[in-house]
């Protein structure tokens, strides 16, 4: 019992003693220990891109951070640095990247189906929704495609690595929760889409959907996040702002998207004020001359943030600072050990489907299962399935899976009901209203059932049901029916050389028809037509007493094949590309009301042949300058109906059935049954979309040129030529253009202005 006693006791005493001493001797390397530095990168739009001037400070005085957070476009440089990025290659991506374009989801016009370049975007309002009930606006102006996916290549060399803490500086990034109006701190997943989660500014990006959260730019809550850096381990906090300046002065919000941004991120620049307090050292360029959109002076706001970091008081801290850190040991960088090359799939999972299958993505898509994919691979399927505008939405991230990866898509599909709506003005058209509706998935899953109206003076409206087919849908088969109104005043020069109005002519005419054709590539495809037309045609004004009937009807019906290729890379101001139709109509049983053997009426033949063949080529000579050249050539080897013939005139954007453009004459001043034009042009791309372009074009007419207009009657021969000087601004909510035309025979001037987009 004795010897039990001793022993506890001596053990006690024993423990007492190494116990303080092991304490000690923890606490002393403790003391010792190097600080952590953690990089705090606040939200600012174009304003963040100062972040990288400041990292080119960093790495020249040799402080390298241990921890990064960001926010918005700070979470952008922050997340790029934080997986290997240096300084001098952040420079140059912000320089290389055009910004602007990828804040918007616009495809190349050349990328886009022929088979829906025709009501590719010109439509100022949008609605969308899958029932009637809930059709709405969007929850964004942007969806973010390009970005995200400009996010996901710049990510690449994360791939695979799930947690933000195994970068080689780990990361954080916030978000805000609109619903319950909390943060949301990424630590793992995806980066591209963190950041892309992080930038969403509220009205002008998409909200990000995660699990029942709702994210938007984190910036409206805390544009600052220094509490999330300390929490990660940061002993001395590093702090760029270049959000909302303190001491705002009215003068500072002079335009609509600074107000816009001041009120969206007001309760997160208050908070990133609070957290200004936890910063020691800070770094806040003056960025009044600067906005959230100004991408353009990207060069500027680096340099501004470069040199806010070399002032003399942050610098000094930067060189305390890293005259404290050599103070200890050298600690071993953490580097990524990865590949910009080639990655090995085993499997594509795609999430979010509904109608579109998943045969149909593979296909778009290009890719394959059990391949090998690279950083480029995966842009040009993103864009292929993009620019088929059955999705809102695509994104891509990889999963590891043993020594390869399974490639995970996340797709949103387009809502079944598409809504839109704008307006459009010309000085020969007038005034329209352009309403359009469309039902996808009506009867199939790949069908479109689609309805555009023309609410103008002269009326238009189409109605089209589309049914697409094989692996790639490029088999279509349509169903349609067309109607346009147009009305125009006719002359007569009398021997003596006296012109009177003998009136107008009002002809409504419809058309009822169906296709089947083959997309052989994206810009081009091959359709075989057949069509019932009607032309109702009303004589008014005096000219029903001339021929002494009020309304002629003119019937036909007719077989057409055509082969169409379209690779201009804009809709509207193309710089480079060509268009090339060619088609064959065979008239079948024409009949008309009434005949003359004079005048306008004459006997129509039994049957018709029309070949038409158009080419116009935008030759790229420099970056903004290209060239024009232009051929058509159409031919009826019969009488057609009067309401049939060609129709030349005008230089405008909107055209009809046809129709087509002429320098030195107003629309519709001259008919015809045969003509050969050519044209030379060209066109210059100036700053902020502005463009200047010059034509010369000139009419030979193989039969007989009928005309209708006072002006088109002075003309001199068979011959028409004249030139046409534009100056037009590609808006946001359409094209402005402004044209002065003149013809060489009657040396008049004519003037042509129009706004919005046309039918």
Not at 150 to 161: Q, T, Y
Not at 333 to 342: A, L, R
Not at 487 to 495: G, K, L, R, T
Request: proline share 3%; glycine share 8%.
């Amino acid at each position: 019992m004795y010897y039990r006693i001793q022993f506890f006791l001596s053990t006690f005493i024993l423990i007492s003693l190494i116990i303080p001493s092991a304490s000690a001797q923890q606490q002393e390397p403790q003391e010792k220990q190097r600080p952590k530095i953690g990089l705090v990168l606040s939200g600012g739009g174009a304003k963040g891109l100062a972040h990288v001037g400041v990292l080119k400070v960093l790495e020249e005085i040799g402080i390298r951070p241990d921890y990064i957070t960001g926010v918005s476009m700070g979470s952008i440089v922050g997340g790029l640095y934080s997986i290997g990025y240096n300084a001098h290659q952040l420079d140059s991506l912000a320089l290389a990247t055009d910004w602007i374009a990828a804040f918007t989801d616009e495809v190349s016009f050349d990328k886009v189906g022929i088979n829906i370049k025709e009501d590719y975007r010109k439509y100022q309002l949008n609605f969308s929704g899958n029932s009637i009930q809930s059709v709405k606006l969007p929850l964004g102006l942007v969806r973010g495609q390009l970005i995200s996916e400009s996010l996901s290549g710049m990510c690449w060399r994360a791939n695979g690595v799930e947690s933000f803490d195994h970068f080689p500086i780990p990361f954080r990034c916030l978000a805000a929760d609109i619903i319950s109006g909390k943060t949301y701190t990424f630590s793992s997943g995806s980066l591209a889409q963190a950041m892309r989660a992080s930038m969403a500014i509220p009205t002008a990006f998409t909200p990000i959907v995660k699990d029942s959260l709702l994210l938007v730019d984190g910036g409206i809550i805390n544009n600052f996040p220094v509490l999330e850096c300390i929490d990660m381990g940061a002993d001395i906090v590093i702090g760029v702002y270049v959000g909302s300046q303190e001491n705002l002065k009215a003068k500072d919000l002079n335009s609509m998207m600074k107000i816009l941004m001041h009120s969206a991120t007001l309760f997160g620049s208050k908070n990133a004020a609070e957290s200004m307090e936890s910063v020691d050292i800070k770094i806040v360029p003056n960025m009044s001359d600067y906005g959230v959109e100004s991408f353009g002076k990207a060069k500027e706001i680096i340099d501004l943030g470069e040199s806010m970091a070399r002032s003399e008081l942050v610098y000094n801290q930067l060189l305390d600072l890293k005259e404290k850190l050599d103070s200890f040991p050298s600690i071993e960088k953490k580097e990524f050990i990865f590949s910009e090359q080639k990655i090995l799939i085993n499997k594509i999972q795609i999430k979010g489907l509904k109608y579109a299958g998943k045969e149909f993505v593979i296909a778009m898509s290009g890719l394959k299962e059990n391949s090998t994919v690279t950083r480029a691979d995966l842009s040009l399927a993103m864009k292929s399935l993009y620019s088929t505008l059955v999705f809102e939405k695509i994104e891509y991230y990889f999963v590891k899976e043993g020594d390869a990866f399974n490639l995970i898509l996340e797709v949103i599909e387009k809502d079944r009901i598409l809504a839109n709506a704008s307006v459009y003005y010309d000085n020969f058209f007038d005034a329209g209203l352009l309403l359009n509706a469309s039902y996808k998935h009506l009867g199939a899953k790949t069908s479109k059932l689609d309805l555009s109206i023309n609410v103008s003076k002269y009326p238009q409206a189409k109605l089209a049901y589309h049914l697409f087919g094989g692996e790639n849908k490029r088999l279509f088969f349509t169903l349609s029916a067309n109607m346009h109104s147009i009305v125009i005043p006719n002359f007569y020069e009398f021997p003596s050389s006296v012109v009177v109005n003998l009136g107008q002519f009002k002809n409504n005419q419809l058309q009822f028809g169906t296709s089947v054709g083959i997309s052989i590539t994206q810009n081009s495809k091959i359709e075989l037509k057949g069509t019932y037309l009607a032309n109702f045609f009303y004589l008014q004004n005096g000219l029903e007493d001339l021929y002494g009937v009020e309304r002629v009807i003119a019937t036909n019906f007719s077989l057409e094949a055509a082969y169409h290729v379209n690779t201009f890379d804009h809709p509207i101001f193309p710089t480079k590309g060509i268009r090339f139709d060619i088609e064959y109509r065979k008239i079948i049983n024409p009949q008309s009301s009434f005949t003359t053997e004079d005048g306008m009426f004459k006997p129509i033949s039994n049957e018709n042949q029309i070949v038409v063949i158009d080419f116009k080529h935008y030759i790229r000579l420099i970056q903004n300058l290209s060239l024009i050249p232009e051929f058509t050539l159409a031919y009826m080897n019969a009488i057609p109906f009067y309401g049939d013939k060609f129709f030349l005139g005008g230089s405008g954007f909107n055209s009809r059935q046809n129709t087509f453009n002429q320098a030195g004459i107003q629309p519709y001043q001259i008919a015809t049954d045969n003509f050969l034009k050519l044209g030379l042009g060209f066109q210059l791309k100036m700053i902020k979309n502005w463009y200047i372009s010059g034509f010369w074009e000139s009419a030979f007419f193989i039969n007989h040129a009928e005309t209708y207009s006072e002006e088109s009657l002075r003309l001199n021969g068979e011959t028409i030529s004249g030139w046409v000087g534009s100056v037009a601004y590609n808006s946001v909510i359409g094209p402005v253009k402004f044209a002065v035309s003149q013809n060489t025979d009657n040396h008049k001037y004519y003037y042509y202005f129009s706004f919005g987009f046309p039918f």
